[in-house]
């Protein structure tokens, strides 16, 4: 148990409704990091917010919105939703801002109908 | 472009036999160097890391991982897998070419017959 949760666990969706996921990082990690995994696009990193604020991104669609809480907590949420977001969406927290070990929660397997 | 690399999609292995899982790495300079596992229907989990100085590092559940600079390389080595170990394994790297953040490789399924 990597102290990361992850609500819900499954997800099943129809195209262009919106959903949201939720993270609570390990205590005391103040980043947290969205990752999409898919079959044919592998682990995607899609953003980090630390402390609340964003500070990375990477291939997010601009569907998709992120936010970290000022209890740490980060909720993704996604938008306009096509059959192609179907995956495997993954949280991980690290303690600091550059962070390189990084702890993973169990995933939400969102599948879009 | 920076990039990670790991060519091999699936390996099969018998169940006491050593694994060698492949990682190669395209930067400018030595990134910072990892291998993540996932299990079925888990999270990822950090196995190892390498940061700087002794060129193998020991890793969790008997796994280590020689750096080879020369090659560019950080393959991941098990002397005898066992069945528990079937999962998929991730290298990844991090440097300041990407501002930190990690480049995942592509993973590669290990399978572990009986």
């Known amino acids: 148990d990597s102290g990361v949760t992850q609500t819900p666990k499954h997800l099943i969706t129809a195209t262009g409704q919106r959903v949201t996921l939720r993270c609570s990082p390990r205590?005391?990690?103040?980043?947290v990091y969205w990752y999409q995994q898919s079959l044919d696009q592998g682990l995607q990193f899609l953003i980090q917010y630390y402390n609340g604020e964003e500070r990375a991104k990477g291939n997010i669609l601009e569907r998709f919105s992120a936010q970290q809480f000022p209890d740490l907590h980060s909720e993704l949420n996604l938008s306009s939703l096509e059959l192609g977001d179907s995956a495997l969406y993954f949280c991980?927290?690290?303690?600091?801002?550059?962070?390189?070990?990084?702890?993973f929660g169990p995933g939400t397997r969102l599948t879009v109908t | 472009a920076q990039s990670v690399t790991q060519p091999d999609i699936h390996i099969t292995v018998s169940e006491g036999a050593s694994l060698e899982l492949r990682c190669n790495y395209s930067?400018?300079?030595?990134?910072?160097l990892f291998w993540y596992v996932q299990s079925p229907g888990q999270g990822l989990q950090l196995l190892l890391k390498?940061?700087?100085?002794d060129t193998l590092v020991q890793g969790i559940k008997g796994f280590e991982a020689e750096f080879k600079r020369s090659q560019s390389s950080f393959n991941l080595r098990k002397p005898s897998v066992h069945w528990s170990d079937a999962a998929e394994y991730f290298c990844a790297v991090a440097a300041v070419d990407s501002n930190y953040q990690l480049i995942w490789g592509a993973g590669t399924k290990l399978i572990i017959k009986p």
């Open positions: 930067y400018g300079a030595t990134p910072y």
């Open positions: 205590s005391g990690d103040l980043s």
């Open positions: 991980a927290s690290s303690p600091g801002q550059v962070s390189y070990e990084q702890y």
């Open positions: 390498y940061f700087s100085g």
